[in-house]
């Protein structure tokens, strides 16, 4: 579903990205593992269409889609829960699942897709009216999955969900991935937790420098003594 081919990507003279390639099959779990500075948000946002590539190909679906806007990346079904909470603080809970189903597309089937993120989430549900500022900080994050959803993706790339959060709502990000992984939803997952991680990905990649080192199955890198020492801690 998703094919990155030999991409790079500059900040200035700097160099982000070199030469990586990364394929997604639809419906798969592909974890993406990787030191700080890696490059991990770095390919997230230019797969989102926020940074431009350089070099390379990106395609979705068979379609080049690396340079478009970002809007047009979304509109074709790429959706992403960014780094960071970034929920609109002074808008409600329901405001901000209405701002992710703005495009044409995901509009179209907005009120099907609000009972559905309503019925994975029911406290959105019960905090419709809240100002999402005022949310816990997990409230915040499934909030932040929710209006991913709104946007009707048939692929999400999540950059770090979890990060920041207790146990406890670490597992229930990971419960909800899963989920979302059992009703097909295809996966691309950033995240601090890489045993957590390599468990639940069909394939995996790891990323040193903006250049990948290290791919394999999810079982295949967790037993790798190179993943085992730098990432694993073992
Ligand atoms: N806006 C920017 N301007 C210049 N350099 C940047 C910018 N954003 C990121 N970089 C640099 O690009 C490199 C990759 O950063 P990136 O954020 O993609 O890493 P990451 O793997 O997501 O790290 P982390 O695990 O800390 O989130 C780093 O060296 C970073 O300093
Ligand atoms: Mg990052």
């Known amino acids: 579903m998703l094919d990155i081919r030999d991409l790079s990507v500059f900040y200035g003279d700097a160099q982000a990205l070199d030469g990586v390639s990364l ?3 639809a419906g798969q779990v ?23 590539p350089r070099g390379g190909s990106i395609r979705f ?26 929920v609109f603080p002074s808008m409600s809970v329901l405001e901000n699942l209405q701002v992710g189903a703005m495009l044409p597309r995901a509009r179209a089937q907005a009120a099907v897709t ?3 993120v309503f019925a994975m989430f029911p406290r959105l549900k019960e905090r419709a ?17 929710g209006r991913c959803l709104m946007g ?11 990060l920041g959060l207790s146990p406890t709502l670490v597992a229930e990000v990971f419960r909800t991935i899963r989920e979302l992984h059992g ?12 045993a957590a991680s390599l468990q639940l990905a069909d394939r995996a990649y790891v990323l040193e420098n903006g250049s990948i080192v290290l791919e394999g199955s999810g079982t295949a890198l967790l037993d790798d003594p190179r993943v085992k020492e730098a990432y694993l801690g073992l």
């Open 23 to 25: 394929e997604v099959g």
């Open 183 to 194: 009703q097909g939803m295809t996966i691309l997952l950033v995240e601090q937790n890489v």
């Open 61 to 86: 679906d068979g379609r080049e889609i690396g340079g478009l806007d970002s809007h047009r990346v979304c509109d074709l079904g790429v959706g992403q829960v960014a780094e960071g909470r970034q």
């Open 114 to 116: 609000l009972e559905r």
């Open 129 to 145: 009216g809240q100002l999402a500022g005022t949310l816990s900080g997990g409230e915040q994050q499934m909030l932040a999955i």
């Open 30 to 52: 592909v974890a993406l593992v990787g030191a700080n500075g890696a490059g991990k948000t770095s390919l997230i946002r230019t797969v989102a269409g926020i940074l431009k």
């Open 152 to 162: 009707a993706p048939r692929m999400i790339m999540f950059d770090e969900p979890s």
